[in-house]
């Protein structure tokens, strides 16, 4: 539970410490919209998104494991079904992953001309 949650707060911190830094750099106008121009933004777009995910990803076997623990501590443990899940938590860790990353490459393929006018 410590490592999952270890890269949580690191994954979270990075995504707050990016945006925190990306604020005072603009409040100071070392960096504005018109120098970064919109390769630029999109390139920020791109790198909170990627944080967000590497936020909701880590999020997901934390979760489960806390789940699993709360089941047991208010009785349902012996359950088939917290049984499986304590036996097979990295598989359904993998599992959601999974469908994570197919969600997000069905979204790309499906609306990626929408995507690339935008610019991200």
């Not at 945006?19 to 504005?32: D, P, Q, R, S, Y």
């Not at 494991?65 to 359950?79: A, D, S, T």
């Not at 992953?97 to 609306?111: D, M, Q, R, S, T």
Request: proline fraction near 2%; aromatic fraction near 8%.
């Amino acid at each position: 539970m410590k490592i999952r949650l270890t890269f949580f707060l690191a994954a979270l911190g990075l995504m707050l410490a990016a945006a925190i830094i990306g604020n005072v750099l603009e409040a100071k106008g070392i960096v504005t919209r018109e120098t970064l121009g919109p390769d630029g933004i999109s390139a920020v777009i791109a790198l909170f998104i990627g944080l967000f995910c590497l936020v909701c990803l880590t999020l997901i076997p934390l979760v489960i494991q806390v789940f699993i623990r709360g089941q047991i501590k208010i009785g349902n443990g012996e359950l088939r079904v917290i049984k499986w899940l304590r036996e097979h938590e990295n598989a359904v860790v993998l599992a959601f992953w999974g469908l994570f990353v197919l969600g997000a490459i069905l979204i790309y393929v499906l609306a990626r001309e929408e995507i690339l006018k935008e610019g991200l």
